[in-house]
T-cell receptor, first 114, second 113 residues
Framework: DQQVKQNSPSLSVQEGRISILNCDYT??????FLWYKKYPAEGPTFLIS?????DKNEDGRFTVFLNKSAKHLSLHIVPSQPGDSAVYFC?????????????FGQGTRLTINP | DTGVSQNPRHKITKRGQNVTFRCDPI?????LYWYRQTLGQGPEFLTY????????KSRLLSDRFSAERPKGSFSTLEIQRTEQGDSAMYLC???????????FGDGTRLSIL
């Protein structure tokens, strides 16, 4: 069963515009959420995280929003830059169900067009 | 500040052979994780260590797989009698107790001929 889902395999955005990547989860025990970025031939790189006690966390151009009632989170990148072109994974973990085990979505390939 | 290091980067082997991968975590991190990623999917958790103790194993980790972290520093992941379905990217990550997030290495890509 896919507990974390990224329903958009790909997204194309014009440079300077906002990129919005979405993620849904089914396990209500998840209480910590992260976004990773992955370039080809490299491992995932941590971007930003959010605890379930918050509904928003911001770090520079990156903002993550969490809607617990909808079991949905999103990553906003503004303004989008060519270097943001990569595959983005959302991940979740549960303090009560083995806090260290991250459950990942399938990824969304973001392409920023000049 | 060196990151997580994995060797080799790419391993090609024949079906039925044994393979071993190595992971060197960030030096002050006492938690170490192994994940597997197949094409078009996100990483899937395999197992994790706190210091030298293996604290959790996924049901994905069949009895052909074994992981060790003998001195609480580097870790090895061995796959015995490899099968076609073992072809994947094997990722290692580390972090400190009480600290998130996990920091990943660049992985070892296993190809089974």
């Amino acid at each position: 069963d896919q507990q974390v889902k990224q329903n958009s395999p790909s997204l194309s955005v014009q440079e300077g515009r906002i990129s919005i990547l979405n993620c849904d989860y089914t396990n209500s025990m998840f209480d910590y959420f992260l976004w990773y970025k992955k370039y080809p031939a490299e491992g995932p790189t941590f971007l930003i995280s959010i605890s379930s006690i918050k509904d928003k966390n911001e770090d520079g151009r990156f903002t993550v929003f969490l809607n617990k009632s909808a079991k949905h989170l999103s990553l906003h990148i503004v303004p989008s830059q060519p270097g943001d072109s990569a595959v983005y994974f959302c991940a979740a973990s549960s303090t009560l169900q083995g806090a260290q085990k991250l459950v990942f979505g399938q990824g969304t390939r973001l392409t920023i067009n000049p | 500040d060196t990151g997580v290091s994995q060797n080799p980067r790419h391993k090609i082997t024949k079906r039925g052979q044994n393979v071993t991968f190595r992971c060197d975590p960030i030096s002050e991190h006492n938690r170490l994780y192994w994940y597997r990623q197949t094409l078009g999917q996100g990483p899937e958790f395999l197992t994790y260590f706190q210091n030298e103790a293996q604290l959790e194993k996924s049901r994905l980790l069949s009895d052909r797989f074994s992981a060790e972290r003998p001195k609480g520093s580097f870790s090895t992941l061995e796959i015995q009698r490899t099968e076609q379905g073992d072809s994947a990217m094997y990722l290692c990550a580390s972090n400190a107790v009480g600290g998130q997030p996990q920091h990943f290495g660049d992985g070892t890509r296993l190809s089974i001929l």
